[in-house]
C-alpha cells in the first residue's frame, strides 16, 4: 500500500480536539465523585461532599458542551451514565455510611445498597426512555423520576445541614437510612419532574432569573452550606410542582384531541 494512502487513511481518523471535551468533562466528575470517596474515608466531610457537588457542575457541563457543539454520541451518553452511577449513585450513599450510618451496620449498608441499586435503575431506564418516540414531544420537558445528581443533593441534605448550622445536631442512623431510602426511592419513581433544558422562559423573567443566578453564585461562594442546604430543600419542595404542570398539560392534549 503506497504511504499516501497510508497517511491519507490515518489523518480520516484524526479527531478535532473539540468533540473529546464533552467526554473529558464527564470524566472529570467520575474523577471527583471518586475523590469524594476518598475524603469520606479521611472523615474530610465538607470536601467530600464538595466534591460530589463538583462532579455534578461537570456532569451538567459535558451534556450542555456536547449539545452547543452538535456532538452527541451513543459512547458519551453510556460513559455519562456509568460516570452518574458511581458519582451519584455509589459515592454519596458511601459517604453517609462513613459519616453516620455505620453506627447502625446492617440498617446502614441496607439504605446505601438499595440507593445505589436505585440510581443504577433509574440510569437504566434514563437510557432506554431517549429511545422512546412514542411520547408527545412536550413530555421531553420533564424527566421521569428525580435526577441522579439532584438525588444525590438530597441525599447529602442531611450532612449539608449539619456543616451548614454546626456539629451539635445529631442525627439518628435510623433517620439519615430513611432519608437516604427516600432519595432513592424518588430517582427510580415514575413522578415527573421539570426538566431545565425543557423550559421556555418569558422575556419578562430574563433579568430576575440572572438576578437569582447572581445571588446562587454569591451564595454558594460566601455561605456555601447554607446555600446549598436551601437549593435542595428548595427542590426537594418543588417536586409536586412537576408533577402537577405535567398533569395539566396531559389534561390540556386530552381536551384539543377531543375537540
Not at 26 to 41: E, M, P, V
Not at 94 to 120: E, H, P, R
Not at 216 to 242: C, E, Q
Amino acid at each position: 500500500m503506497p504511504a499516501s494512502e497510508n497517511l491519507e487513511r490515518a489523518r480520516v481518523k484524526d479527531l478535532p480536539l473539540t468533540r473529546l471535551l464533552p467526554n473529558l468533562l464527564t470524566l472529570l466528575s467520575l474523577c471527583s465523585g471518586l475523590t469524594g470517596i476518598r475524603f469520606a474515608l479521611q472523615e474530610k466531610w465538607q470536601e467530600a461532599v464538595m466534591a460530589i457537588v463538583i462532579a455534578a457542575v461537570f456532569d451538567v457541563l459535558d451534556g450542555r458542551v456536547a449539545r452547543l457543539l452538535n456532538i452527541a454520541s451513543k459512547f458519551g451518553a453510556e460513559l455519562d451514565s456509568l460516570s452518574d452511577a458511581i458519582s451519584f449513585g455509589v459515592a454519596p450513599g458511601f459517604i453517609m455510611y462513613q459519616w453516620t450510618l455505620q453506627d447502625d451496620k446492617n440498617v446502614g449498608w441496607i439504605s446505601v445498597l438499595v440507593y445505589a441499586v436505585c440510581s443504577a435503575l433509574r440510569l437504566a431506564r434514563f437510557n432506554t426512555m431517549l429511545e422512546d418516540n412514542s411520547q408527545p414531544a412536550w413530555a421531553k420537558s420533564y424527566f421521569t423520576g428525580v435526577p441522579a445528581p439532584a438525588g444525590a443533593g438530597l441525599a447529602l441534605l442531611p450532612l449539608m445541614l449539619v456543616l451548614a448550622f454546626g456539629t451539635d445536631v445529631q442525627w439518628p442512623p435510623m433517620v439519615i437510612a430513611f432519608w437516604l431510602l427516600m432519595a432513592g426511592g424518588l430517582m427510580v419513581s415514575r413522578m415527573p419532574t421539570l426538566s431545565l433544558k425543557g423550559l421556555r422562559v418569558a422575556p419578562v423573567w430574563v433579568a430576575p432569573i440572572m438576578m437569582a443566578a447572581v445571588l446562587l453564585i454569591a451564595g454558594i461562594a460566601t455561605h456555601p452550606w447554607f446555600t446549598l442546604s436551601l437549593a435542595s430543600m428548595l427542590y426537594f419542595a418543588s417536586l409536586p410542582l412537576g408533577w402537577i404542570n405535567y398533569r395539566l398539560r396531559q389534561i390540556r392534549e386530552a381536551k384539543s384531541i377531543v375537540q
